[in-house]
Nanobody, 118 residues
Framework: VQLVESGGGLVQVGGSLRLSCAAS????????IGWYRQAPGKQRELVAA???????NYVDSVKGRFTISRDNAKNTVYLQMNSLKPEDTAVYYC?????????????WGQGTQVTVSS
């Protein structure tokens, strides 16, 4: 099982980045996918999530700026990040989760750094 994030980097305030999360080794279509982030000294927080059916949700701080999408044919989830702010600086992690009855399966990627400079 692998979740591999890519697309992070250094960007100026107001800029954009698109993160990708490529999955392999499990039935991608069945899983909800989330993007989390963790800034230095802070707890990891859920930023955006998309269900297996394609419904998306966002934390208030990114609504209107970030868009999560999935391409099941490519086993890939994207996070389009626009109007970036310094407070968006963090390591971004991809998460895949399946809850079936009493069973919960969770996979994590290794993370990708996003730095927004002012």
């Amino acid at each position: 099982v692998q979740l591999v994030e890519s697309g992070g980097g250094l960007v100026q305030v107001g800029g954009s980045l698109r993160l990708s999360c490529a999955a392999s080794g499990f039935t991608f279509d069945d899983y909800a996918i989330g993007w989390y982030r963790q800034a230095p000294g802070k707890q990891r927080e859920l930023v955006a999530a998309i269900t297996s059916g394609g419904s998306a949700n966002y934390v208030d701080s990114v609504k209107g700026r970030f868009t999560i999408s999935r391409d099941n044919a490519k086993n890939t989830v994207y996070l389009q990040m626009n109007s970036l702010k310094p407070e968006d600086t963090a390591v971004y992690y991809c998460n895949a989760e399946l809850i079936s009855g009493w069973r919960r399966v969770v996979y994590w990627g290794q993370g990708t750094q996003v730095t927004v400079s002012s």
